[in-house]
């Protein structure tokens, strides 16, 4: 006899609203913390001829440094040329 299936539902205890409210892991130090992340890295790779795109969330501390450590790379960049 086969079993009633359940209902397609959303998961009760992930509901879309809570989406904000949820903790983040960051990405860089691994610390957790509330709330929307303060910005996100970016991975990028190819497989063959698909492009990946990744964004994991990074908290403040991560954001401000990697924005920080960008900005260094563009001005020893173009310094040069
Ligand atoms: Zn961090």
Redesign the pocket.
Known sequence: MPEPRPEPSVDPSFPPEAAEERCFV??????TFDGLPEGSGLFMWTRGSEVRTEEPP??R??ASRLVLGAFHVYQDDSSEG
Request: glycine fraction near 10%.
């Open positions: 960051c990405d860089l130090c691994g610390q990074l908290c501390a991560c």
